[in-house]
């Protein structure tokens, strides 16, 4: 029977300056294959060079099949024939907004929806992380944060590096208290969600201090709930 699996982190993922690689090997370990192959999609970066290179550099390490779809060099002509051989597709940070308006011409959205519920692993941080819900915190777009509309594959609101930027965490309660986002989850850097078939069944860290918090609207104001995480 096959598992719909995505793995939402807050931030701090493909940073091989840290020697700390616990996330990736929990994303590739979730797929439960033993070489998994790995399919990067930088669109939200631009495909910036430095961005690919973090990711080889950190995924070469696990002695895997790497490889990497773009959007602003020759795409594949056949975009199912491309995903569909990878077992793990991991979708980088940056402008989110930017990302799906490509996929969505593309088509790919509807291509990476097909390529979860066929068992392939979902997972990425920051734009890698929003995009998957039905709505988000961004910064896409310069001047405050805002609410976005993402893919809903998984229901309720997201909002990355909820400990790593400063605004995030008053800026994501001021928006469920109004209404402008729905409830949901917020990940520190290091903390990840792992949904199954949509639903979160675990909530994983690679730093002790790393947490997850439900955020909801009661009586008109916001409400943070810890959630129990693993430090793995």
């Not at 701090?12 to 929990?26: D, I, S, V």
């Not at 997972?123 to 819900?133: N, P, V």
Request: aromatic share 10%; hydrophobic share 40%.
């Amino acid at each position: 029977m096959t598992v719909k699996q995505i793995v939402a982190v807050g931030g701090a993922l493909l940073a091989p300056e840290t020697g700390n690689f616990k996330l990736e090997r929990y994303i590739l370990d979730a797929c439960g294959k033993p070489k998994p192959r790995v399919c990067y999609v930088p669109t939200a970066s631009g495909e910036d060079t430095n961005y690919v290179s973090r990711f080889f550099e950190t995924y070469a390490r696990f002695g895997l099949e790497l490889d990497v779809l773009r959007f602003f060099r020759r795409t594949p002509e056949d975009l199912r024939e491309f995903l569909f051989g990878f077992d793990v597709v991991h979708v980088g940070g940056g402008n989110t907004r930017s990302m799906l308006a490509v996929w969505r011409h593309w088509g790919f959205d509807a291509v990476v929806r097909e390529a979860w519920e066929r068992g392939i692993v979902l997972c990425g941080s920051s734009a890698g992380s929003i995009c998957w819900f039905e709505a988000g915190l961004t910064d896409s777009v310069a001047g405050e944060l805002r609410a976005m509309t993402c893919l809903g594959f998984l229901a309720g609101s997201h909002c990355p590096h909820y400990d790593g930027e400063k605004e995030r965490r008053p800026s994501y309660q001021g928006l469920v208290a109004s209404g402008a986002l729905p409830p949901g989850i917020a990940c520190d850097d290091g903390a990840g969600l792992h949904f199954r078939d949509a639903e979160l069944g675990a909530i994983v860290a690679s730093r002790p201090e790393a947490r997850a918090y439900r955020v909801e609207r009661v009586d008109g104001a916001a409400r943070e709930t810890p959630l129990e995480t693993r430090v793995l």
